[in-house]
T-cell receptor
Framework: DAGVIQSPRHEVTEMGQEVTLRCKPI?????LFWYRQTMMRGLELLIY????????DSGMPEDRFSAKMPNASFSTLKIQPSEPRDSAVYFC?????????????FGNGTRLTVT | GQQLNQSPQSMFIQEGEDVSMNCTSSSIFNTWLWYKQEPGEGPVLLIA?????ELTSNGRLTAQFGITRKDSFLNISASIPSDVGIYFCAGPPNTGNQFYFGTGTSLTVIP
């Protein structure tokens, strides 16, 4: 049974470049979450979707960040233009969404380095 | 956003010892989740708690949902080297659907 799949695992890019992170949630899950993890700030919720609709994007740091979920099996997080302070590990998670307490299942993350 | 405080921040223990850690919040939570994260991987769910006072075990792990609904506890009995990792508490506060994560407890087990 495949878990949450993220790609790429690692991304190194130069400041100013566009970065696109991809996520395939667990089949049948209807909620999808994007988190960012850094040493200083821990795990921060950026945005979450329910049934492909963005519900809360208040954690998205700036207009440079955007997320889409065109269908139930795919989501992207885009940073344009990227900056060195965006360097972090970005996690995607999904849940069955039966209620607010439905556990999250995480992918293995994308480690982003912006030079 | 919501702040969940975990303590201790880090622990260094001998193999075979028991471990206790806790998580506190300023808001009431309806659900408490405990995750473990190993290097290079995403957090993995260990235990989910849904009711105040609930005590749930998963092997050597036991977690409790505090009766005030503002805290939770995780215990690991007879620690082994593979218990090494960072343990996070998480949950949605009573007022929303967002999942907030604690600051983490880093566990090192010395063989």
């Amino acid at each position: 049974d495949a878990g949450v799949i993220q790609s790429p695992r690692h991304e190194v890019t130069e400041m100013g470049q566009e970065v696109t992170l991809r996520c395939k949630p667990i089949s049948g899950h209807n909620s999808l979450f994007w988190y960012r993890q850094t040493m200083m700030r821990g795990l921060e919720l950026l945005i979450y979707f329910n049934n492909n609709v963005p519900i809360d994007d208040s954690g998205m740091p700036e207009d440079r960040f955007s997320a889409k979920m065109p269908n139930a099996s795919f989501s992207t997080l885009k940073i344009q233009p990227s900056e060195p302070r965006d360097s972090a590990v970005y996690f995607c998670a999904s849940s069955a969404g039966r209620g607010p307490g439905s556990p999250l299942h995480f992918g293995n993350g994308t480690r982003l380095t912006v030079t | 956003g919501q702040q969940l405080n975990q303590s201790p921040q880090s622990m260094f223990i001998q193999e075979g010892e028991d471990v206790s850690m806790n998580c506190t919040s300023s808001s009431i939570f309806n659900t408490w989740l405990w995750y473990k994260q190993e290097p290079g991987e995403g957090p993995v769910l260990l235990i989910a708690l849904y009711k105040a006072g609930e005590l749930t075990s998963n092997g050597r792990l036991t977690a409790q949902f505090g009766i005030t609904r503002k805290d939770s506890f995780l215990n690991i009995s007879a620690s082994i080297p593979s218990d090494v990792g960072i343990y996070f508490c998480a949950g949605p506060p009573n007022t929303g659907n967002q999942f907030y994560f604690g600051t983490g407890t880093s566990l090192t087990v010395i063989p």
